[in-house]
């Protein structure tokens, strides 16, 4: 079986509609195909500050919600990413082979930085996709289901991989994006033109899972639209009404044509009003499933306690092979 490998950040307690319909449902799909490897990745969530005590009830949370959004541990391997030091250790040694100009280039640090003031930014906001190339290689994985915006930094991957093999003969696999066009980049509600996003959505234009229903559902009604009032995809020119038909075709399996079909001579109003229903459809079993695992911390932990073990056996292996081909001395 191909491998495959993701991760994401447990920073803003509920995952958003983004995450889910960008990177979550590849996750439980792969699981099908592939040998795949998820994991909440703790490391890169303290590139920005953090409370100790939310981190560590953000990282259970991530893990449930995973788990409630279709992970199943007997088909993946789900972890922690400090619970695995390898992460760590292979990450420096990628940063040690990565290009300070070429590490500069990552939009995603720009960003963030850009936001943040950049005199606040880390240096471990700076380099956190190397990190992440490490975590990729780490599991010779062959496919990384991400959103658009990780793109870039699985390019880098490859790059660093193939540096790795030429100067140290070949070591990792050469890994691939899996990025499903349609929903690469679901968009702010509020704000069309930029991407949902835990740290920059506004709180109107982000639509948090484990929001109130009710929440949600007014949030979706209240989506910025386009002038005009004909229902088409059309990302250009009705950017607000081509998302929406996104999470609606995406969430229900009806096709964009069906959908224009469906809504010809209606107005906006109609397609939010069952789109805001097929929402409270989804978020209300996820919303209960989430809290089952929360409520059997033990069964939770038990589940992170072994993806860790089994994510150990594989990274442990592939980082003694790095060590070996750079040179390092053998602990006797
Ligand atoms: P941050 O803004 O803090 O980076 P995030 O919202 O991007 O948070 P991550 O944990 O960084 O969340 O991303 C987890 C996964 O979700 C990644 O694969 C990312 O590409 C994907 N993703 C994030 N936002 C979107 C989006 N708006 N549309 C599609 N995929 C997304
Ligand atoms: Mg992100």
């Not at 030429?166 to 990792?172: E, L």
């Not at 696999?173 to 033109?193: F, G, N, R, S």
Request: negative net charge.
């Amino acid at each position: 079986r191909p491998r495959a490998l993701s991760g994401i950040q447990p920073t803003a307690g509920s995952f958003h509609l983004g995450n889910y319909l960008g990177a979550i449902r590849q996750y439980v799909a792969l699981q099908e195909t592939h040998d795949a490897f998820y994991m909440v990745v703790d490391l890169h969530a303290i590139t920005m500050p953090q409370e100790p005590a939310d981190l560590r009830a953000n990282t259970r949370l991530a893990a449930a919600q995973l788990l409630a959004a279709g992970l199943d541990p007997q088909r993946c391997t789900l972890f922690i990413q400090s619970h695995v030091p390898e992460h760590a250790q292979l990450g420096w040694v990628m940063n040690c082979l990565t290009g300070f100009g070429e590490a500069s280039r990552m939009t995603q640090f720009k960003d963030k930085s850009a936001k943040q003031g950049a005199d606040r930014a880390t240096v471990g906001l700076f380099t956190y996709p190397i990190l992440q190339v490490a975590d990729i290689l780490l599991y010779q994985a062959d496919s990384v289901p991400v959103g658009e915006d990780q793109r870039q930094h699985v390019e880098l991957t490859r790059d660093l991989a193939e540096r790795f093999n030429s100067r140290f003969g070949s070591t990792f696999t050469i890994p691939k994006p899996h990025i499903v066009k349609e929903v690469a980049k679901i968009y702010d509600l509020q704000d069309p033109t930029v991407k949902m996003s835990k740290s920059a959505s506004t709180p109107k234009g982000l639509v948090n899972l484990l929001d109130d229903p009710k929440v949600t559902a007014k949030k979706i009604k209240s989506a910025v639209t386009d002038t005009g009032t004909e229902i088409r995809f059309d990302a250009a020119d009705k950017p607000g009404i081509s998302n929406l038909l996104t999470i609606y075709s995406t969430l229900t399996g009806a096709s964009i044509a069906d959908l224009e079909k469906k809504y010809e001579g209606k107005g906006y109003g109609a397609l939010k009003v069952d789109l805001a229903e097929a929402m409270v459809d989804f978020v209300t079993p996820f919303r209960s499933r989430t809290q089952e695992y929360l409520d059997d911390p033990e069964t939770l932990d038990s589940i992170l306690a072994e993806g860790a073990e089994k994510a150990r056996t594989v990274a442990a292996e592939t980082l003694a092979q790095a060590y070996d081909r750079i040179g390092f001395l053998p602990a006797k």
